[in-house]
């Protein structure tokens, strides 16, 4: 074999080396964003016994272990406990009946609950709900659309402050697009 021959298939190992190199990342690390339009309808959602009533304003994260949609919002759920504990909101956790896992170091003050009525007619997770200080649904839904979810594009600041403010929400039944795992069986 002559030299440019050498050099051509070596050229040909290199091309197929980083062809092989770059399947075997994606395949692991990338995860393709499946646009899913859900329908998250709360009128079946009700305070657990626990927490009836006139009080401050309550944020329940309803979490399943083994949805790889959670990734997404975790940050930024850490940052909401830390931005508005202390200021008249509280957060607590659902995590799917069934499921084993255990909450990020960033969300070990979310509140668990055992049950609350009406989530297992949930739609996906992850999901949020907000009751106002009334003990009144104010929001059901996801945290964001898209496949990620941050402060920029929240639904949930907005409503928090609202609510902070005295000013009532209404937003219990949202169409989005996003990453969502099913929460029934």
């Known amino acids: 074999m002559n030299s440019r021959a050498i050099k051509l298939l070596a050229l040909l190992l290199c091309i197929l080396t980083l062809w092989l190199a770059y399947d075997a990342f994606q395949a692991r690390y990338l995860r393709p964003f499946d646009n ?16 009836p009533g006139p009080g401050p304003i309550r944020v329940v994260h309803f979490w399943d272990p083994a949805c790889p949609c ?14 508005f504990t202390g200021q008249g909101v509280t957060f607590h956790v659902l995590q799917k009946p069934g499921s084993h896992g255990q909450l990020p170091a960033n969300l070990t ?15 996906a997770s992850p ?10 649904l104010a929001y059901f839904g996801p945290y ?3 496949a990620v979810c941050n402060a920029s594009n929240s639904f949930i600041e907005p409503i928090i402050k609202a609510l ?11 169409l989005a697009v996003g990453c969502y795992c099913p929460w029934g069986a």
Do not use: C, M, Y
Not at 70 to 83: I, K
Not at 164 to 173: C, E, I, K, Q, W
């Open 36 to 51: 899913q339009t859900t329908l998250f309808d709360g009128s079946q959602l009700q305070l657990p016994p626990q927490l």
């Open 164 to 174: 902070l403010d005295g000013r009532p929400v209404t937003a219990s039944n949202t």
């Open 127 to 136: 999901a949020v709900a907000i009751w106002d200080r009334q003990g009144h």
């Open 144 to 146: 964001s659309e898209g």
């Open 109 to 123: 003050a979310l509140k668990p609950l055992a049950s609350l009525p009406g989530s297992e007619h949930l739609p």
């Open 70 to 83: 959670n990734v997404g919002n975790q940050q930024h759920l850490g940052d909401l406990v830390s931005q």
